[in-house]
């Protein structure tokens, strides 16, 4: 089946823009995660979403960076007034109980996007 | 923090084997996962340890020992695809997943 997509792929803001990345989980899967990648490093924890509820935001480096999950499916990170330091890959991950219980398990594996590489400029 | 380390590049030949180790903070251990990533790819899942031991999924194998904060990755029979960035990721309590900085792991004819 289809994977975990990102929109768009790429996208050049100059400081002080907004942005919005967009991210469409694999159908079905219940929680969601936005990470941030440095070049050469490895992802970074950003937020977490349980269907449409945000249960973990700790990993936010600002309020300039918003998400949101209204209908438990798509999700949006959006980035106010974007600076260098924004400069990175964000990638989304789903995953979905691996148990027949119906509740998550931190043993659930996370399937990534392509990511979206941002350059502000 | 969690203190995942991995080494940053590795070589390796065409056919031979590698190990690529990672070690991390033990305190609050929830599970341990390797994920393959290709230069502007999605980071793909390889394997996930939680207990002592050994799991082999074909060409790849991985290893963990909870007491000594250890893992790796074993990579056999290596092809020039194999290529690519191995980061190694820690649960610790919640969901989320800390990943180590990577290893580049460069397959050579």
């Known amino acids: 089946g289809a994977g975990v997509s990102q929109s768009p792929r790429y996208k050049v803001a100059k400081r002080g823009q907004d942005v919005a990345l967009r991210c469409d989980p694999i159908s079905g899967h219940v929680s969601l995660f936005w990470y941030q990648q440095a070049l050469g490093q490895g992802p970074e924890f950003l937020t977490y979403?349980?269907?449409?509820?945000?249960?973990?935001k700790s990993g936010l480096p600002s309020d300039r960076f918003f998400a949101e999950r209204p209908e438990g499916s798509v999700s949006t990170l959006k980035i106010q007034r974007t600076q260098q330091e924004d400069s990175a890959v964000y990638l989304c991950?789903?995953?979905?109980?691996?148990?027949?219980?119906?509740?998550?398990?931190?043993?659930?594996?996370?399937?990534f996007g392509p990511g979206t590489r941002l350059t502000v400029l | 923090g969690q203190n995942i380390d991995q080494p940053t590049e590795m070589t390796a030949t065409e056919g031979a084997i590698v190990q690529i180790n990672c070690t991390y903070q033990?305190?609050?251990?929830?599970?341990l996962f390797w994920y393959q990533q290709h230069a502007g790819e999605a980071p793909t899942f390889l394997s996930y340890n939680v207990l002592d031991g050994l799991e082999e999924k074909g060409r790849f194998s991985s290893f963990l020992s909870r007491s000594k904060g250890y893992s790796y990755l074993l990579l056999k029979e290596l092809q020039m695809k194999d290529s690519a960035s191995y980061l190694c990721a820690v649960r610790y309590s919640g969901y989320a997943l800390n990943f180590g900085k990577g290893t580049s792991l460069l397959v050579t004819p």
């Open positions: 033990t305190s609050g251990f929830n599970g």
């Open positions: 991950a789903s995953s979905v109980p691996r148990g027949t219980s119906g509740k998550m398990e931190s043993t659930d594996t996370q399937y």
């Open positions: 979403f349980q269907n449409e509820a945000q249960l973990d």
